[in-house]
Structure formats: structure tokens, C-alpha cells
């Protein structure tokens, strides 16, 4: 059985930073992508930034410039550094994981939650 296992939320003050971080357990297969998904109170999910299994990264407009997507394979591992963030960042941060091929994430984390004081 696969998890993701998020950590690195908080509270920050507007224009600080945060470092989220995913450790996936289980066996996998090597090709998928790692995602970060966020989720403000009354608003549905969105995506925010995601990363195949060759480094390849790709951001929501909301967040190009801000925030960056990083992995580490050797220890199954993505990052999301944050920085300059405003308080509408202020959400429910899950990790995700999908499988090349796969129409939608196959499993996803409990979430960590980032709160962003003006």
C-alpha cells in the first residue's frame, strides 16, 4: 500500500517562507508524478505544482516565481519551497501521487495546513 505522508506546515507572516515536504512509503512503480494540491476553506481543490520522474516541473500562475517543486528519488521524497507568501496561500496543502497514464492523482496525503497572517 502506498502513503504520502506530508509535513512543514505552519503559521508565517505575510512575505515569509515555508518548506513542505512528502515522504512516499511502499512499493512503486518509477514512473509518476508528484503534485501538490491546495484546498482553502469553502473553495475546491486546486492544483499548485507538480514534478515527473524526470525533474520536469510545472506551477499554477498563482504561484510561478514563489514557490518551486523539487524530488528526491533516492529518498521518495518531494519538496515545495515557498517563499513570499501571501495570506490568500492560506490552505489545506496535500501531496499527490499519479501514475504515468493515470486520468487523475492515485493516492493522495492527509494534507498539512499553511496559514498565512497579514
Known amino acids: 500500500q502506498v502513503q504520502l505522508a506530508e509535513s512543514g506546515g505552519g503559521l508565517v507572516q505575510a512575505g515569509g517562507s515555508l518548506r513542505l515536504s512528502c515522504v512516499v512509503s511502499g512499493r512503486t512503480f518509477n514512473t509518476y508524478t508528484l503534485g501538490w494540491f491546495r484546498q482553502a476553506p469553502g473553495k475546491e481543490r486546486e492544483f499548485v505544482a507538480a514534478i515527473n520522474w524526470i525533474g520536469a516541473g510545472a506551477y499554477a500562475d498563482s504561484v510561478k516565481g514563489r514557490f518551486t517543486i523539487s524530488r528526491d528519488n533516492a529518498k521518495t521524497t518531494v519538496y515545495l519551497q515557498m517563499n513570499s507568501l501571501k495570506p490568500e496561500d492560506t490552505a489545506l496543502y496535500y501531496c499527490?501521487?499519479?501514475?504515468?497514464?493515470?486520468?487523475?492523482?492515485?493516492?493522495w496525503g492527509q494534507g498539512t495546513q499553511v496559514t498565512v497572517s497579514s
Open positions: 499527490s501521487l499519479t501514475y504515468a497514464g493515470s486520468a487523475g492523482s492515485d493516492y
